[in-house]
């Protein structure tokens, strides 16, 4: 497949847990973008990777958040101790440029924290 | 703070008439629009963008106008079809960021085409 891919697409962790979350970006490309969306709102942004370098983690709602692209391909999102108000639905996108693109996004990944 | 505005939560129309879908941003800064069309339990699909020299792009059946002055731009589809129903989400980004353009979006607006 060409698109973006997301594991798991589904998740339940008990609160207090750890969490990972990840995406294969589309080949090649060079900008990556994580964002988070609640139930009944548009994604809102959580950070964004310039091939392996993190430019922007302004969106992180908390230091329990922290994402990663070592290599610049794949990325993790991780969660520690997760919380009840972490329940979302964690969306990645991939961008083929370094400027303002389209964004192609994943499935996402439906976080549930019981 | 909402920059970005989708004002109507949801729209129903018929089938073969026009479905127009508004937004409004406040931050002239914005100079990238784009729309995304969104299903149940699968993540948004790209649809049409705009740059901010242009005020039209069209597509298809899909044509999107952007009005600077009154930061607002629109999302027309015609004629729409009972497959275009779902959510439709406005999003806009800035290239004065510097930082690949992270995206700004609406609440959605949630489109019913009726047979």
């Known amino acids: 497949g060409a698109g973006v891919s997301q594991s798991p697409r589904y998740k339940v962790a008990k609160r207090g847990q750890d969490v990972a979350l990840r995406c294969d970006p589309i080949?090649?490309?060079?900008?990556l973008f994580w964002y988070q969306q609640a139930l009944g709102q548009g994604p809102e942004f959580l950070t964004y990777?310039?091939?392996?370098?993190?430019?922007?983690k302004s969106g992180l709602p908390s230091d329990r958040f922290f994402a990663e692209r070592p290599e610049g391909s794949v990325s993790t999102l991780k969660i520690q101790r997760t919380q009840q108000e972490d329940s979302a639905v964690y969306l990645c996108?991939?961008?083929?440029?370094?400027?303002?693109?389209?964004?192609?996004f994943g499935p996402g990944t439906r976080l549930t924290v019981l | 703070d909402q920059q970005v505005k989708q004002n109507s939560p949801s729209l129903s129309v018929q089938e073969g008439r026009i479905s127009i879908l508004n937004c409004d941003y406040t931050?002239?800064?914005?100079?990238?629009f784009l729309w995304y069309k969104k299903y149940p339990a699968e993540g948004p699909t790209f649809l049409i963008s705009?740059?901010?020299?242009?005020d039209k792009n069209e597509d298809g059946r899909f044509t999107v106008f952007l009005n600077k002055s009154a930061k607002h731009l629109s999302l027309h589809i015609v004629p729409s079809q009972p497959g275009d129903s779902a959510v439709y989400f406005c999003?806009?980004?800035?290239?004065?960021?510097?930082?690949?353009?992270?995206?700004?979006f609406g609440q959605g607006t949630e489109l019913s085409v009726k047979p």
């Open positions: 080949s090649g490309h060079v900008s």
């Open positions: 999003a806009a980004s800035a290239m004065i960021y510097n930082q690949g353009g992270k995206l700004i």
């Open positions: 996108a991939s961008s083929p440029t370094r400027r303002a693109d389209t964004q192609y």
């Open positions: 931050n002239s800064m914005f100079d990238y």
């Open positions: 990777f310039q091939n392996e370098a993190q430019l922007d």
């Open positions: 705009i740059s901010s020299i242009k």
